[in-house]
């Protein structure tokens, strides 16, 4: 099975057949998976819905229907350029999802993923004592906004915020553009080219949020050639890891209202960002898959 075939298999006529094809394919190929989907079952139904237009929260309903001829060709090409030359699943369908949101992904952005996303929809900012009171945010900083997926989840949050979404690169603006355009919000976001705070002057934020790159050196080299497929600069940051985020922690106060804060991704970079600011009062938020790689800090200990 593992040999590329011109056409499917005449066995291959359910969208469940698709599925478990794509499954045993997947492992046959060691392919790799964290870019919007973490295990070959979960993919598996991601790649081969998307591909016919079906709704991937209704998966159990379109399981037994049968495939046209041009369907099955079409599916059957897709897991096969996935597998043999390991292109992630989101670039071929263009398409990606955060809290179940989807977002227009290609080449030109990493492959949206956050747990900012899990926590911004979470009880923090809607529980009895949230980090911050989402009516009372009237402008948010997204910093490194890729695909301006943050920005655009950070919008539906907080209904009453104008939204600042900066990125560096000019190629990943013009897919934030897109998706912008695509949920309406061209008049609650700005998109703005730039390195981090330099495009917004001295705007002041009651809320920043940032998935900044994030990944050491000697990850960047051990990467799997599925994650080669992203831009390059939009995962790497220095030899540890946190050049950005230092950055973003000696530049934010200066960018934020006196009861605001900073909503921060660093990865696996936490001990050594506490051993290099030891005085600063880090709160660090988990997730269902995350422990320690994300944090809040208000202005106020940021100012010291």
Known sequence: MATARNSPPRELETVLDFVRYAVTRYHEGKVAFGQGTDDPVEEAIFIVFEALGLPINRVDSFLP?????????????????????????????????????????DERVIVPRSYIAELLFGDLFSGEAPLIDPASVTRVLDLCTGSGCLAILAAHIFPNAQVDAVEISKEALQVAAINV???????????????LFKPVGDAVYDLIISNPPYVDARAVAALPKEFTYEPRGALAAGRDGLDIVRRILTEAPAHLSPDGGLLCEIGRGRKLLEQ????????????????GEVFWITAAALQG
């Open 65 to 105: 229907a049968r495939l046209t001829a041009d369907e099955r060709r079409r599916v059957f090409a897709l897991i096969d350029k996935r597998v043999r030359k390991r292109i992630p699943a989101a670039y071929l369908v263009n398409r990606a999802y955060l809290q179940g949101i989807p977002f227009y992904v």
């Open 181 to 195: 355009a695509d949920h309406g919000l061209k008049d609650r976001i700005t998109l703005l080219k730039g390195d």
């Open 276 to 291: 290099a600011y030891p005085e600063m009062d880090f709160l660090w938020l988990d997730t269902a898959e995350s422990t």
